[in-house]
């Protein structure tokens, strides 16, 4: 797809049919790659905004010529019609604020052309005042048509479209997508360590693209100039956006190195073509081609290590360093989803955070709850309730949504700091964003989010504390530490030697990372628990949760 963007629009020819036939192919063939795009990648919003910003600023900085008009008005027509063919997206391609930008340039192009013909129609001197007329009300009316879409409500930004124009809007409103590790802010140091010496480079591809267009203009480096702006500003923001920055960068970074290059090597072409005896070598031309050539070379080394160490290990297979220093395989994940699938009921269903429902449907082959693919908030809200409330809660919340085993991810024995403790606050966040009774402070101990003594009793007493700590008050994690010692949170443990009434433990692998609990029938439960737990079952249920009879020790979801 942007192949065909940046391809340089074809000469004047002396069959103007000839290259018409061209621009017309390069954008249904561009057309085609953008329904490709549609359909594979929800990221395609970035493409269907800005080439309309391309375009847009072509008029602004006046190299807008009648190519770019009829390359894209057969993009924007065709792309929408292949985009609305797509189920997931339908008509949201016409009415969604992420594609409004397309269609306001797109009339706004039409206005500016019509103003254009009638300059040469009428004259220039009077179609000043038309003209402006007529470029006040293409905006003016897009502007109206937008303000009246998003109040009334029929086309609304995305959370992750609004996150991207303000970063601070999922956190604010959204915290569901601001818990996503892909929509964190990208810090200096994935820069250098994914692109390493491009990021030397960039900025001289970028004054190389902007370099002579009022001379000649290269419709292809204004498109990858622009192309470069907003991928650094937007993989800024979200750490996934980094790949739309690949490309362009690679491609900027070339551009850059081939400048520089073709400058010095310039003396080598005219050092050997000569016919001066006493002719010289300039030193600096040779130091600079050996310094590029060596950093090349270190760039090439180092995507191989990155590609290999870093982007080629699944994630539910972990490696770590042995105390000798040799390597060591964690297979926890895959350990634990082959107990699930052999030793589970085919009917079982999994309650674990959305995180893993995938991986638990992929391996294991059981129902989850939740998964990457759960758009209903309150459904993920009403898990991050389960873990977040007291065991009897939990328990009445898992009996509600008929869940027979409960699974989380605990790293404190095996300095995995990707678990279910450090993820716990969002759970919080989510759900006491749809049930108010959940307040986040309850699980800060003295302002601090801990897990030692000083933790808060609603945090030793939670569902989720609970369960990932089980046991754990037997375990030797450092030798230079006590039992109970929790390698990522570097504390002891504060709630000991509890036992658990409404859960039982079924398995833990071999690392202690994944941990699996059956939730307990009602014959099965702690006999002395028996007379509290009907009081606490027999009251009036909260609005949220369906009613829950007893009847000879035995409880039906009504």
Avoid at 54 to 79: A, C, R, T
Avoid at 403 to 411: A, K, N
């Amino acid at each position: 797809f942007f192949f065909l963007m940046i391809r340089r629009p074809p000469r004047s020819t002396p069959k103007p049919s000839s290259a018409a036939s061209d621009v017309y192919k390069r954008q249904v063939v561009c057309s085609v790659s953008y329904f490709y795009m549609v359909a594979s990648w929800g990221g395609y919003s970035f493409i269907i905004n800005i080439i309309p910003i391309y375009v847009l600023g072509l008029i602004l900085i006046d190299k807008f010529n009648s190519k770019v008009y009829v390359s894209y008005s057969i993009f924007y027509v065709l792309g929408t019609i292949f985009a609305i063919q797509i189920p997931f997206v339908g008509f949201q391609a016409i009415k969604s604020a992420e594609h409004l930008l397309s269609h306001g340039v797109f009339f706004i192009v039409q206005a500016f052309v019509f103003n254009q013909y009638l300059h040469k129609l009428i004259g220039t001197q009077k179609m000043k005042v038309l003209g402006r007329i007529l470029l006040v009300v293409a905006i003016g009316g897009f502007f109206l048509i937008f303000l009246i879409l998003m109040f009334s409500g029929m086309s609304r930004w995305g959370g992750r479209s609004m996150s991207l124009i303000d970063p601070t809007y999922a956190s604010k409103f959204i915290p569901i997508i601001a818990s996503v590790a892909e929509h964190q802010a990208t810090t200096w140091t994935t820069y250098f360590f994914d692109f390493q010496y491009l990021m030397i480079f960039m900025p001289a591809g970028f004054f190389f693209c902007c370099y002579g267009q009022n001379e000649k203009t290269n419709y292809g480096k204004i498109f990858i100039a622009l192309y470069g702006i907003l991928a650094i500003y937007f993989s800024c923001v979200m750490i996934r956006l980094m790949l739309v920055m690949a490309p362009v960068s690679c491609v900027l970074a070339a551009i850059g190195i081939s400048e520089i290059l073709q400058h010095f090597t310039k003396n080598f072409r005219d050092y050997f073509t000569t016919g001066d005896e006493a002719r010289t070598l300039p030193d600096l031309s040779i130091v600079v081609t050996i310094v590029i050539g060596a950093l090349l070379f270190s760039f090439l080394t180092h995507s191989t290590f990155t590609g290999a160490e870093a982007y080629s290990s699944p994630s539910v297979i972990l490696s770590g360093k042995k105390p000798g220093g040799g390597k060591e395989i964690i297979d926890d994940y895959r350990e634990a989803y082959y107990w699930l699938r052999q030793n589970t009921a085919e009917d079982a269903k999994i309650m674990s955070w959305w995180d893993y429902g995938y991986q638990i449907t992929g391996f294991s082959n059981r129902t989850v709850l939740v998964d990457n693919n759960t758009w209903n908030n309150t459904h993920i809200a009403t898990v991050g309730r389960a873990m977040s409330s007291r065991e009897p809660e939990a328990y009445r919340i898992c009996r509600m949504l008929d869940v027979d085993y409960v699974l989380v991810i605990f790293g404190g024995n095996a300095h995995y700091q990707s678990d279910d403790i450090s993820k716990f606050l969002w759970m919080v966040r989510i759900g006491g964003g749809v049930f108010p009774d959940i307040v986040e402070a309850d699980y800060y101990g003295q302002g601090q989010y801990r897990i030692d003594d000083l933790a808060t009793d609603t945090m030793k007493n939670c569902l989720m504390y609970k369960l990932c700590y089980y046991r754990f008050w037997e375990v030797q994690s450092s030798y230079s530490q006590e039992t109970g010692y929790d390698t990522v949170r570097r504390a002891v443990i504060g709630h000991k030697n509890y036992k658990l009434d409404y859960f039982t433990e079924a398995f833990t692998s071999s690392s202690w990372i994944v941990r699996i609990y059956k939730v307990n029938s009602p014959v099965n439960r702690n006999p002395a628990m028996q007379s509290n737990v009907a009081k606490f079952m027999s009251k009036k249920a909260k609005p949220t949760f369906a009613p829950i009879e007893i009847s000879n020790n035995l409880q039906t979801i009504n």
